[in-house]
């Protein structure tokens, strides 16, 4: 017990939490754009893939670190645009679409990737973000080395929240595109276009996906692999589940998660790591996301529009 | 034909030779008018005649295939409801288009703002509608989410949205049929304040006294086709129905009831309130063979828990419910129908019916599970299908046939089937919640006598309705429902309707407890 | 690539056909390497060579057959998921080679196939030496992806290597569930250094990068990877594959190849692992330590040392 | 834009569009190779060599098909009544570990061990989905995230049984599981390809799914269930219990994937047992508008695609990842394909 206390009071502990969050509250912040206009967008594991890929690709041939992660950007929109034409005007099955969807831009960048870098062994790597050094604050005892020791991009993932949060909550486009999510009648009925509002949200959605892969391979790595993303992007979909697609919730969520994996991390070091299986602490963020969903399920307002396609002039 | 025009510098809305067909059917043909300012217009025909339809295209929900609308003199763009919004065009859809989880405020709000404004406007609007509410009765709380509000004040949120745009027209689809009559009075207030500051509306709704009361002129539509104008000051409600229906129709004539024995007793019933309906306290209540018992009262008032209870949907937290005096031993929709109790649900689209069910599929909703639907698990769909035809025959359902999904039947058509549906299996006590609403005159009375005739057939019959005429024209008994409470038994004709509105609005009550 | 490795060409005949089947990309540390002496080998105009990577263990026979129908005269890759299938398919393909990793020995009843693995564990060993020698608090971190043979054996060597320098070192042992998840590697390495690891043994992608952040000091596997690394990366247990294959080569040419453990190619007096030279760490590892390398790696060459190969999971201490 | 339904499409558009949708993902792969440097003109007869080639090949591609119809299947079934299990790959590891622990510990003879296996598996994938179906008629939670969730811890428990309890003694310390002895094994079709039993196990399935929903009162109920749970409850369907007979029903189907891939050609299980078969599932099953013998020809139709085009990276030299993309390219232009068959985009 007092082994995890130790682990919990250290400032490298939440170093740790906030670095492995970062990609999550990217790409939860996207699914959850998706969700509450309404769209399922299964194809985000996919499309943090190509943003990784995308994202490293750029730096490595010789472009600077923020127009690879517009580049990023920029094929997860490419991707999220093909989600938003075959879902939101076609209608067709948000499940087939995102599970393609993901197929297609793995492989995508995988294939691009090969091709571009055929007689690879070594990885090669690329100069990442480096931790801001904040003066003043990066100097601070605790606090330092727990909070001002990111890079950039992990400060842009919480800026990411505050203005997801703000623009959902606070404006018109934020009241179209969650009323999609509601109820895409509504939004027709009050002469905007729910085909236009939900690609928007899906394409800008899938931008942000994509940046949270470019986190993989930018900031908290240096490389790209294949199979990096490994599973990251399926967990961010439980996430906007967690968050009752709340972006704070969600925030908090994606620490959660964090926090459990860069524990068991730890824990594996500990007394308990010498009896336990590491699967078992591998295991842990995940039956606590359905412990959450259990305990939380009672209160969860699904946008209720979820998954429906809209097809003007049916009932 | 050629309708009559308003003065020339009158005219704020003008449609020429609209057109709509959907595949084979031609919904909308031809079809001409002009509104004025300050003028209430209703539109009327039989289910499925193209009055939705000619809305759909006014607004721009739909294209039209040939004909054109004109708004202030301006043509409008086809296929784009926000330049009819833009042009002063309001609607309040037949379907609410409302998202029940967001405030009454967001939905008013929704679209009004340009989408790249940095800011909602909240505290500025949330003045303007307190404004609008105020000056046209239109009481709502602008911070309610709507999936809290019963359906009149959802009814003043869609109406809200079309006075904070600004709207000059305002059409209503059927926005009577899920109101009270108290609620509906209410709306005649507010359109009558809308029409004196200059609005013009267009009022579609099957209730001729409504019609007669709100509207200044009246259009028919029938088939797609505008077979009739008239105004309502020349007019009668028994003119009216023949040129809508093209034939007579006559009021089921209800021959004296001969009550046997009580076949289902609720003693000292209560249930739990669900949410923000209340549940039932302490009912007693008889049913018996051969006679029909009304259930007046405002809707929300304990209706829908003692329908539920009815169905088997909800057991009883004490008291007791007996059928031909024995308490059933477990109580869920399947001991109900062992029961023979024959239940006609409040909404046929949610409740009665699966949409993409062929009417085959929806006809033996309720018997599938015995023979001659299926034997031992397996399903016998030829059984089925001539259980299905029967009922299509017999009930007048029209429909291209039983194999077509009931999705594309009209409401009248529908409630047909469940009709057929439930008198076909014999049953002793019938459930009718709200059996008409939304029908048109023919569909109405064509049911009112299906339910007569289950009585006359020795059946038990609870009707439950908030349409007083309805319940004074059908009933053999009467009793009035409000907060969970039932009144005394009211003999036909004991009560005038003031003395039922007043049990309705919970007076009396004290006096008898 | 490089050539040292590659004897004498003894035979001026056409090129052998070769495939390669992986299960996954070629840039992992094992099969790269098995792949870098493929291209030699082709670069040599000794073999035609093509390959197929990121195979599902579930299409792999399929793979074999294809191969095999299209004339490959080798078949090289690794058999360790589908060990059973793979067996019939090489019973129905008597003219090709396989030459496969798998965990078991060979078997006379499938003479056309040969196994080997990456019995590197004597370069391990002497990496084990420096690390322990380069180490001040005696606290190593070690990140595997999962705990299999291959891996473990590595482990095993190296935690005996840094034993020989200092009895008293302990060990943090960490698999992270994946062969390809460097930021997770680079996780869980941090966290072993907070936990007072002063020198981490880099069996993933990820694990020098922590290293190099934090400033300490990491142990290669496999692989070369100081160029990436110069401060940091100290020194490498590397697998070579080229005499597993020349050998292998050379059977076919003789048309004698049979079932044999290709195993034996990857021990370091075979010439299959070496320590990578110390490179930017020239003059900084104590001397001692190198002496007692270079006692060991003689005794080794001349077969009187043997590293022992314990393949069961290592556990932190 | 909105979509039109077509009242009466003719040949050309039923037949045209899906031929088109095909040679949209030929034109696909004639660029991908281009871009490889490879001959974009021989990919097509590539392709069709690979999956349909030969005997070998066709056999290869059926073999291929077998899992993907068994969790087609399990997802057809489920979707119907609205319950999105994205758990198939959890349940077919369910089946394939019972499986193997009946198969390897009982040491009961084959003939007695084989349908013990397929009962045990069929138990432990409905098991598996059970779980979140009562969480979800119980509690309301939400079965997409709890069915997606599971398939990573099933994956690592399975990942701890194969390096702990059930790691073969005889596995020089890699985790598998020990082989079922032979005669526990599902008999080959045709002597000496890899062909198995567990496809016409899959076929029986396939007919069976399909009784069962036409002609059966559960089906009638399953889809009653996923079209309207209200009034399906009002009507007297007990919605609960044919949520949780679907359940069962599916995640049995799921599991019977992992217990053919074992017994009919792995033998033993290892953490890579499948390649993603659960996921594949749900594409199959949509692409089949979930019907059960449409489930067939979209699983021979995917594995197909997948057998060919993997083999035509091989022939043309291509890098492997091709097969994938093409994958996802045939599945996006069909499923287009399919809808465009009986709609039409218009504007307005
Ligand atoms: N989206 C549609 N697709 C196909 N046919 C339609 C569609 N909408 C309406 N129809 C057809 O048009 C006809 C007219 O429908 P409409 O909704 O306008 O009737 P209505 O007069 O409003 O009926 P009600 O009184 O029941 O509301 C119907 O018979 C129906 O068959
Ligand atoms: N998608 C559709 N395709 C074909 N016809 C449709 C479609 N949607 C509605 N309709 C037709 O439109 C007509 C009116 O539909 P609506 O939903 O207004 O039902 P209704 O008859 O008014 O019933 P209710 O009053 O109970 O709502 C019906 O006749 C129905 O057949
Ligand atoms: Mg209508
Ligand atoms: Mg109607």
């Known amino acids: 017990m007092t082994e995890i206390l130790d682990i919990l009071i250290s400032a490298s502990f939440w170093a740790a939490v906030l670095r492995i969050a970062s990609p999550l509250i990217f790409a939860t912040m996207g699914e959850l754009i998706c969700e509450r206009a309404g769209v399922l967008n299964l194809g985000i594991e996919g499309i943090m893939v190509i943003g990784a890929f995308a994202g490293w690709m750029t730096v490595y041939a010789g472009g600077g670190l923020w127009t690879g992660v517009a580049v990023a950007m920029l094929a997860g929109m490419a991707f999220g645009a093909l989600h938003g034409l075959l879902t939101v005007p076609f209608g067709l099955s948000q499940h087939v679409v995102g599970l393609g969807i993901t197929m297609l831009a793995t492989s995508s960048a995988y294939y691009a990737y090969r091709l571009a870098l055929p007689e690879v062994t070594n990885p090669p790597r690329i100069a990442p973000f480096q931790p801001l050094d904040i003066p003043g604050l990066s100097d601070l005892p605790w606090i330092g080395q727990a909070l001002f020791s990111q890079t950039a991009l992990t400060w842009a993932a919480f800026a990411c929240v505050a203005v997801v949060t703000f623009v959902l909550f606070r404006t018109p486009l934020g009241l179209a595109l969650r009323a999609a999510g509601e109820n895409p009648h509504a939004v027709e009925a009050q002469g905007l276009s729910v085909g236009a509002i939900r690609m928007g949200a899906v394409i800008v959605g899938s931008g942000l996906m994509a940046v949270g892969g470019a986190f993989l391979t930018m900031s908290a790595f240096s490389s790209f692999f294949f199979e990096m993303v490994n599973g990251r992007g399926w967990i961010c979909i439980a996430l906007v589940v967690f968050g009752a697609w709340k972006p704070g919730k969600a925030l908090l969520g994606a620490l959660l998660f964090a926090g459990f994996d860069a524990l068991q991390v730890r824990l594996q070091q500990t007394g308990m790591g010498q009896i336990v299986p590491y699967q078992v602490f591998l295991m842990i963020p995940y039956l606590l996301s359905i412990l959450a969903l259990v305990l939380m399920s009672r209160r969860a307002e699904v946008p209720a529009a979820l998954m429906t396609p809209f097809n003007r002039g049916e009932r | 034909m050629a309708t009559q025009d308003p003065a020339q510098g009158d005219t704020v809305l003008r449609l020429s030779g609209i057109t709509k067909r959907f595949g084979a059917l031609t919904a909308n043909d031809g079809i001409s008018f002009a509104l004025a300012r300050g003028e209430v217009v209703a539109l009327l025909g039989e289910n499925g005649a193209g009055k939705t339809t000619l809305m759909n295209i006014l607004f721009g929900h739909y294209t039209a295939d040939e004909g054109s609308v004109e708004v202030f003199g301006q043509p409008l763009p086809p296929g784009q409801p926000g330049a009819a919004l833009a042009a002063g065009v309001g609607m309040v859809h037949q379907h609410f288009t409302l998202a029940d989880n967001m405030t009454v405020l967001e939905n008013i709000l929704l679209g009004t703002e340009p989408l790249w404004r940095p800011r909602l406007g909240r505290p500025a609007a949330r003045r303007r509608v307190r404004a609008l509410a105020r000056d046209f009765g239109l009481a709502v709380r602008p911070d309610a989410r709507v999936g809290t509000l019963s359906v009149g004040e959802r009814q003043r949120v869609e109406i809200l949205k079309a006075l904070y745009r600004d709207a000059r027209i305002l059409i209503l689809d059927e926005p009577t049929a899920v109101l009270t009559p108290q609620e509906a009075e209410a709306l005649f207030l507010t359109l009558r304040k809308m029409v004196a500051q200059g609005l013009s509306v267009i009022f579609i709704s099957h209730k001729l006294h409504e019609v007669m009361a709100i509207a200044s002129r009246v259009l028919v539509l029938r088939h797609?086709?505008?077979?009739?104008?008239?105004?309502?000051?020349?007019?009668?409600?028994?003119?009216?129905?023949?040129?809508?229906?093209?034939?007579?129709?006559?009021?089921?004539?209800?021959?004296?009831?001969?009550?046997?024995?009580?076949?289902?007793?609720?003693?000292?019933?209560?249930?739990?309130?669900?949410?923000?309906?209340?549940?039932?306290?302490?009912?007693?209540?008889?049913?018996?063979?051969?006679?029909?018992?009304?259930?007046?009262?405002?809707?929300?008032?304990?209706?829908?828990?003692?329908?539920?209870?009815?169905?088997?949907?909800?057991?009883?937290?004490?008291?007791?419910?007996?059928?031909?005096?024995?308490?059933?031993?477990?109580?869920?929709?399947?001991?109900?129908?062992?029961?023979?109790?024959?239940?006609?649900?409040?909404?046929?689209?949610?409740?009665?019916?699966?949409?993409?069910?062929?009417?085959?599929?929806?006809?033996?909703?309720?018997?599938?599970?015995?023979?001659?639907?299926?034997?031992?698990?397996?399903?016998?769909?030829?059984?089925?299908?001539?259980?299905?035809?029967?009922?299509?025959?017999?009930?007048?359902?029209?429909?291209?046939?039983?194999?077509?999904?009931?999705?594309?039947?009209?409401?009248?058509?529908?409630?047909?089937?469940?009709?057929?549906?439930?008198?076909?299996?014999?049953?002793?006590?019938?459930?009718?919640?709200?059996?008409?609403?939304?029908?048109?005159?023919?569909?109405?009375?064509?049911?009112?006598?299906?339910?007569?005739?289950?009585?006359?057939?020795?059946?038990?019959?609870?009707?439950?309705?908030?349409?007083?005429?309805?319940?004074?024209?059908?009933?053999?008994?009467?009793?009035?429902?409000?907060?969970?409470?039932?009144?005394?038994?009211?003999?036909?004709?004991?009560?005038?309707?003031?003395?039922?509105?007043?049990?309705?609005?919970?007076?009396?009550?004290?006096?008898?407890? | 690539a490089s050539t040292g490795f590659l004897p004498q060409r003894l035979f001026a005949q056409e090129p052998i056909p070769v495939a390669g089947i992986y299960t996954v990309p070629v840039e992992q540390q094992w099969v790269s390497r098995i792949h870098l002496a493929a291209e030699a080998a082709k670069a040599d105009d000794q073999i035609t060579y093509s390959f197929s990577e990121n195979t599902a263990n579930t299409d792999y026979p399929r793979v074999m057959r294809e191969y095999a129908e299209s004339g490959a005269k080798l078949i090289v890759g690794e058999i360790f998921g589908v060990e059973q299938e793979a067996r019939e398919v090489v019973l129905d393909y008597p003219d090709t080679a396989f030459l496969m990793g798998s965990s078991f020995m060979p078997d006379p009843a499938y003479p056309n196939l040969a196994v080997f693995d990456n019995y590197i564990q004597d370069a391990s060993y002497l990496s084990g030496i420096i690390a322990g020698a380069m180490t001040e608090t005696g606290n190593i971190g070690m990140v595997g992806g999962f705990p299999i043979p291959e891996v473990n054996r590595l482990m095993h060597a190296f935690m005996a290597g840094v034993k020989e320098m200092k009895p008293d070192a302990t060990f943090q042992v960490s698999f992270i569930g994946s062969w390809f998840d460097p930021p997770k590697a680079k996780e869980t390495a941090f966290a072993m250094i907070e936990n007072g690891a002063d020198l981490l043994y880099a069996e993933r992608f990820g694990v020098s990068d922590a290293a190099q952040e934090k400033g300490i000091l990491a142990i290669g596997n496999v692989i070369d990877t100081q160029a990436d690394y110069p401060e940091t990366v100290v020194a490498s247990a590397l697998w070579h594959f080229e005499p597993t294959l020349q050998a292998a080569l050379a059977k076919i040419a003789e048309g004698s190849f049979e079932a044999d453990n290709y195993g034996l190619y990857s021990f370091m007096k075979e010439g299959g692992c070496s320590l990578a030279p110390l490179g930017t760490f020239e003059g900084k590892v104590p001397q001692d330590a190198l002496d007692m390398v270079a006692e060991k790696e003689a005794a080794i060459r001349a077969g009187d040392f043997e590293v022992e190969i314990d393949d069961s999971e290592p556990t932190s201490s | 834009m909105r979509l039109e339904p077509i009242p009466a499409p003719g040949p050309a558009r039923t037949l045209g569009l899906p031929a088109l949708a095909i040679a949209a993902t030929v034109a696909v792969a004639a660029l991908l190779a281009a871009l490889a440097g490879a001959n974009p003109l021989q990919t097509f007869g590539l392709i069709v060599k690979g999956a349909a080639g030969s005997r070998f090949a066709m056999l290869e591609t059926l073999n291929r098909a077998t899992p993907l119809i068994f969790t087609g299947l399990a997802v057809a079934v489920a979707f119907r009544a609205k319950l999105w299990n994205i758990g198939a790959e959890a349940q077919l590891y369910a089946g394939a570990l019972v499986t193997v622990v009946i198969g390897t510990q009982l040491g009961l003879p084959g003939p007695l061990a084989i349908p013990l296996m397929a009962l045990g598996a069929i138990l432990a994938g409905a098991l598996m989905l059970l779980g979140p179906v009562l969480l979800k008629t119980r509690l309301g939670v939400d079965e997409v995230v709890t069915t997606l969730l599971l398939n990573f811890i099933m994956a690592l428990f399975i990942s701890w049984l194969l390096e702990g309890p059930l790691k073969d003694p005889m596995g020089m310390g890699w985790p598998k599981s020990p082989a079922l002895p032979r005669d526990a094994r599902l008999p080959r079709i045709v002597e000496g390809l890899r062909l198995h039993w567990g496809f016409a196990m899959a076929l029986i399935c396939a007919a069976g799914v399909w009784l069962i929903q036409t002609r059966t009162t559960l089906g009638y109920e399953i889809r009653a269930v996923g079209q309207n749970p209200q009034a399906a409850r009002f009507a007297g369907i007990p919605v609960g219990r044919v949520l949780v007979k679907t359940a069962l029903l599916s995640g049995g189907l799921a599991a019977l994937a992992g217990f053919s891939e074992v017994a009919g050609l792995k033998g033993n299980l290892t953490s890579d047992l499948s390649p993603g078969f659960g996921y594949t599932g749900i594409v199959v099953a949509m692409l089949a508008l979930l019907h059960p013998l449409g489930v067939v020809v979209s699983a021979l139709f995917v594995a197909g695609i997948f057998v060919g085009a993997d083999s035509m990276s091989r022939a043309a030299e291509v890098p492997t990842y091709i097969a994938d993309i093409l994958l996802a390219a045939a599945l996006l232009f069909m499923v287009l394909a399919i809808l465009l068959t009986r709609f039409r985009l218009v504007r307005g």
Not at chain 2, 316 to 323: A, D, F, N, Q, Y
Not at chain 2, 448 to 469: N, P, T
């Open chain 2, 224 to 513: 797609g086709r505008l077979v009739g104008e008239t105004a309502t000051a020349t007019t009668t409600r028994h003119a009216l129905a023949t040129m809508m229906v093209g034939a007579e129709i006559a009021a089921p004539a209800a021959a004296k009831a001969r009550p046997g024995n009580v076949l289902l007793r609720l003693e000292g019933v209560s249930t739990a309130p669900q949410g923000s309906r209340p549940g039932l306290r302490d009912v007693d209540l008889s049913l018996r063979a051969g006679q029909i018992l009304g259930l007046a009262g405002v809707s929300g008032n304990g209706q829908g828990a003692l329908a539920d209870l009815l169905s088997g949907l909800e057991t009883p937290v004490s008291g007791e419910l007996r059928i031909a005096g024995k308490a059933p031993a477990a109580w869920s929709p399947r001991e109900a129908l062992a029961a023979r109790i024959g239940r006609i649900p409040e909404d046929r689209h949610r409740t009665g019916t699966i949409a993409d069910f062929s009417l085959t599929e929806n006809a033996v909703l309720e018997s599938y599970a015995h023979a001659p639907a299926s034997r031992r698990g397996w399903m016998d769909w030829r059984a089925a299908r001539r259980d299905a035809e029967a009922i299509i025959a017999k009930y007048d359902v029209r429909c291209p046939g039983p194999e077509t999904r009931i999705r594309l039947l009209s409401g009248g058509n529908m409630q047909k089937l469940i009709l057929g549906r439930v008198l076909e299996a014999a049953p002793r006590i019938i459930l009718a919640n709200q059996p008409v609403r939304g029908l048109d005159i023919g569909a109405v009375t064509y049911v009112q006598k299906q339910l007569i005739a289950a009585r006359d057939g020795g059946a038990a019959v609870l009707l439950i309705s908030e349409d007083l005429d309805e319940i004074l024209t059908l009933s053999d008994v009467i009793r009035v429902i409000s907060d969970g409470r039932l009144s005394l038994e009211f003999a036909r004709g004991e009560k005038t309707p003031a003395e039922l509105g007043q049990w309705m609005a919970g007076q009396g009550f004290d006096h008898a407890a």
